[in-house]
């Protein structure tokens, strides 16, 4: 079992706005603003999609944002395009130089 | 562009010691921007990160794996290792190498990634 919880599936329809939820606890989520956010289509390696809770690296579409309220922290696709389809993790830093990750979420764009 | 390359052995015995090296080309490992990881996956399941190194030596293990593993780094190959012991069949699964941005919680570059079986 992971240490944070994402739902298995979330679905759109291309055009719309999707959120995943990665919820944690006081100890990882909700005590460090260190919550990272990776895609990662079939056969392929995760690529970095926001990382400390809202910063998007180089390259990353405006349609990717992430937020956090309390243990837990989002991912919002707006937007959505036939690309985004593709399984979404979270990550976050849990204190004594530990990092989770979630369960995962696959999204399918409908 | 930052390059990373997983090398090592495919297939591993149980209870023996898993070794993997990742070369980084397109930059220095001795970057202090960046610290150097290790992060698995199981076939199938969620990704797993086992521990990360700065060039300076200083490491940082998953505290369920950190009685098994080793991260070193040589910083006249650019590379940087990572070495398992004891593997059981549970530890069959992809292992990436990547390097991160930001401090040492995410990571932006990663290798391909290896599949690592453990059986006999």
């Known amino acids: 079992q992971s240490a944070l919880t994402q739902p298995p599936s979330a679905s759109g329809s291309p055009g719309q706005s999707v959120t995943i939820s990665c919820t944690g606890t006081?100890?990882?989520?909700?005590?460090?603003?260190?919550v990272s956010w990776y895609q990662q289509h079939p056969g392929k390696a995760p690529k970095l999609m926001i990382y400390e809770v809202i910063k998007r690296p180089s390259g990353v579409p405006d349609r990717f944002s992430g937020s956090k309220s309390g243990n837990t922290a989002s991912l919002t696709v707006s937007g959505l395009q036939a690309e985004d389809e593709a399984d979404y993790y979270c990550c976050s830093f849990a204190g004594s130089n530990n990092l989770l990750f979630g369960g995962g979420t696959k999204l399918t764009v409908l | 562009q930052l390059q990373l390359q997983e090398s090592g052995p495919g297939l591993v015995k149980p209870s023996e010691t898993l070794s993997l090296t990742c070369t980084v080309s397109?930059?220095?490992?001795?970057?202090?921007?960046?610290?150097w990881g290790w992060i698995r996956q199981p076939p199938g399941e969620w990704l797993e990160w086992i521990g990360n190194i700065y060039y300076s030596g200083s490491t940082y293990y998953n505290p369920s794996l950190e009685s098994r593993v080793t991260i070193s780094v040589d910083t006249s190959k650019n590379q940087f290792s990572l070495k398992l012991s004891s593997v059981t069949a549970a530890d069959t699964a992809v292992y990436y190498c990547a390097s991160t941005i930001g401090g040492y919680t995410a990571f932006e570059w990663w290798g391909q990634g290896t599949l690592v079986t453990v059986s006999s």
């Open positions: 397109g930059g220095s490992i001795s970057s202090t921007s960046s610290y």
């Open positions: 006081s100890s990882d989520v909700g005590g460090y603003s260190y």
